[in-house]
Structure formats: C-alpha cells, structure tokens
C-alpha cells in the first residue's frame, strides 16, 4: 500500500509562482515514475510532467518552460514548481506513482490562478 499526500496549492494571480509537494509512504522500496496530474472543472485529469527514479523528466506542451518537477529520492518526496501561473492552470493537482502494478493518487490540492 502506497499513500501519497499532497500539500502546496493556494490562491495566487496571474504571474505567481507556487510549489507543490507530494510525500509518498508505506510500502515503498524505491519509486520510479512520479508523476503530476491535473484537472480543471469540465474537463479530463491531463498529465504535467513527470520524472523517472534517475529524475528524466517529461513535460506537458502546456507548462514546459514554466513549471519544474524535481524529486528527493532519499525522502520519496516530489515537487512541483509552477511560475508564471495562468488562469488556465486553475485545477486540482493530483500526484500520482504506479507501483505494484496498480494507480496510487493523492487527494488532490487545489491550485487557483486569478486574473
């Protein structure tokens, strides 16, 4: 069993910056793919970016340049920092890792951009 829980989303405007963080515990030995998910009001959960056990990371069109997924594999902890936030990044933040062979997902953390 793997439990995720993520912390770090807020209200910020247009051009803000946030850092989200995701904390993963239980029965973990190492975690490969880390990934962050999210999903806007209407429409279907989109993956962010993502990165490896060997931190290759992957981003979606949408963020690339702007947000930056890092990870500390000692603390089995992975971050999302997200700068010149858009209205259109508005969503729920969902973290996510595939680990014996099933979907484990965070709770969510709301992320609200205002114009």
């Known amino acids: 069993q793997v439990r995720l829980v993520e912390s770090g989303g807020g209200l910020v405007q247009a051009g803000g910056s946030l850092r989200l963080s995701c904390a993963a515990s239980?029965?973990?030995?190492?975690?490969?793919?880390m990934d962050w998910y999210r999903q806007a009001p209407g429409k279907q959960r989109e993956l962010v970016a993502s990165i490896t056990s060997g931190k290759i990371t992957n981003y979606a069109d949408a963020v690339k340049g702007r947000f930056t997924i890092s990870r500390d594999n000692a603390k089995n902890t992975m971050f999302l920092q997200m700068n010149s936030l858009k209205p259109e990044d508005t969503a729920v933040y969902y973290c996510?890792?595939?680990?014996?062979?099933?979907?484990?997902w965070g709770q969510g953390t709301q992320v609200t951009v205002s114009s």
């Open positions: 996510h890792v595939w680990q014996h062979s099933r979907d484990y």
């Open positions: 239980g029965s973990i030995a190492i975690i490969n793919a």
